[in-house]
Nanobody
Framework: QVQFVESGGALVQPGGSLRLSCAAS????????MAWYRQAPGKEREFVAR????????NYADSVKGRFTISRDNAKSTLYLQMNSLKPEDTGVYYC??????????WGQGTQVTVSA
């Protein structure tokens, strides 16, 4: 079945950097856009970034543009999110999914990112 396993989250100080990874399985990775979403405490899950099948196109939420970079390794079926200049408002659980997200796909467990001094 379709599965996403996120990793790389941590506690980091404002201004710091993190690189998240997502191992995907159960579908043809190279045939799908891939995306990152995040959910802050008490808030709805929100879109962060999306990348096309062969990285020809990338889209970012305005709140992360210029600070985050999404990339993928199709040989490893792995999605990445490089996060620089982190802010406290970037705190949340980060999830990856194929895009568009299908109702039949379960979300992974996510990875916790906490930005705090």
């Amino acid at each position: 079945q379709v599965q996403f396993v996120e990793s790389g989250g941590a506690l980091v100080q404002p201004g710091g950097s993190l690189r998240l990874s997502c191992a995907a399985s159960g579908f043809a990775f190279t045939k799908w856009y891939m995306a990152w979403y995040r959910q802050a405490p008490g808030k709805e899950r929100e879109f962060v970034a999306r990348v096309s099948e062969w990285e020809g196109s990338r889209n970012y939420a305005d709140s992360v543009k210029g600070r985050f970079t999404i990339s993928r390794d199709n040989a490893k079926s792995t999605l990445y999110l490089q996060m620089n200049s982190l802010k406290p408002e970037d705190t949340g659980v980060y999830y990856c999914t194929r895009s568009p997200h299908l109702d039949m796909d379960s979300w992974g467990q996510g990875t916790q990112v906490t930005v705090s001094a």
